[in-house]
C-alpha cells in the first residue's frame, strides 16, 4: 500500500514570497490533515479535512495560509505572503475516519530567508 | 499552551537496556493517546495507541501504560536496538477529531 506523498521535499524562498506544497493521502483515506511542525517541537495542527470540508481549521492562520482539497483526495496548502517565522517542516497525514491512527507523508522543509 | 508534554526531552541508553519514555496529559477527558516514532528527514511513524478504558497495552517490544489517576502515560522498549534512535511523541486524543502532539523525547542508544 503506498504512502501519504508530499511535495516537494525541500523549499528555499525568500520572505514575502508565497509557497505552495502538494499531499496525496492514502487511498481511500477520508479524513486529510496538515499540520506545521517547528524545529524542536511536535507537530501542530493547521486543519483538517474531511472528504472536500474542512472539519477544523481554528490554528491555521488565515491571513496568509490557505488549503484547500478538491474533489475530496489530494491537497494543496499554500502560504502568501511567508514570514520568517513559517519555517518549518510541512506534514500531511491521512486517516481512514477521525484522528485515530494517522498515517504522516515524509514532510516538506521549508526556510524562508 | 500544549496539554500534553513530556517530562524529559532527551534519554540515552545502553544497546539491549530498556528505554522508559514519559508523558504528562492535562485533559482528565481524553480518551485515546497514540505514539508516536519520527526518525530524521521522516514523518512521526504510529508505534502503538491506548484507550482509556485501560492501563497496558503491549506490542512487539512496546508497552503503553496509561495512569488516568496522575495523568501519566508512557512507553517502554524492551531491549533497545540502535534503529530505536528517534525523537517520540505522545499524542492525546481532543474532543471528538483532534490530536494533540506534546514535544518529544529525543531517544540515543549508546552501543
Known amino acids: 500500500e503506498a504512502g501519504v506523498a508530499q511535495s516537494p521535499r525541500y523549499k528555499i524562498i525568500e520572505k514575502r514570497q508565497s509557497v505552495a506544497f502538494w499531499c496525496n493521502p492514502i487511498?481511500?483515506?477520508?479524513?486529510l490533515y496538515w499540520y506545521q511542525q517547528i524545529l524542536g517541537q511536535g507537530p501542530k495542527l493547521l486543519i483538517q479535512?474531511?472528504?472536500?470540508?474542512?472539519?477544523?481549521d481554528s490554528q491555521l492562520p488565515k491571513d496568509r495560509f490557505s488549503a484547500e482539497r478538491l474533489k475530496g483526495v489530494d491537497s494543496t496548502l499554500k502560504i502568501q505572503p511567508a514570514k520568517l517565522e513559517d519555517s518549518a517542516v510541512y506534514l500531511c497525514?491521512?486517516?481512514?475516519?477521525?484522528?485515530?491512527?494517522?498515517?504522516f507523508g515524509p514532510g516538506t522543509r521549508l526556510t524562508v530567508l | 499552551g500544549e496539554s500534553v508534554g513530556l517530562h524529559l526531552p532527551t534519554l540515552s541508553v545502553q544497546e539491549g537496556d530498556n528505554s522508559i519514555i514519559n508523558c504528562a496529559y492535562s485533559?482528565?477527558?481524553?480518551?485515546?493517546f497514540i505514539w508516536y516514532k519520527q526518525e530524521s528527514g521522516k514523518g512521526p511513524q504510529f508505534i502503538i495507541d491506548?484507550?482509556?478504558?485501560?492501563d497496558k497495552r503491549q506490542g512487539q517490544r512496546v508497552t503503553v501504560l496509561l495512569n488516568k489517576t496522575v495523568k501519566h502515560l508512557s512507553l517502554q522498549i524492551a531491549a533497545t536496538q540502535p534503529g530505536d534512535s528517534a525523537v517520540y511523541f505522545c499524542?492525546?486524543?481532543?474532543?471528538?477529531?483532534?490530536?494533540?502532539f506534546g514535544q518529544g523525547t529525543r531517544l540515543t542508544i549508546n552501543p
Open positions: 497525514a491521512s486517516s481512514l475516519v477521525g484522528p485515530d491512527t494517522q498515517y
Open positions: 487511498s481511500g483515506h477520508a479524513t
Open positions: 479535512f474531511q472528504n472536500n470540508g474542512v472539519v477544523d
Open positions: 485533559n482528565s477527558a481524553s480518551d485515546y
Open positions: 491506548i484507550r482509556s478504558n485501560m
Open positions: 499524542a492525546e486524543k481532543e474532543g471528538a477529531q483532534k490530536l494533540v
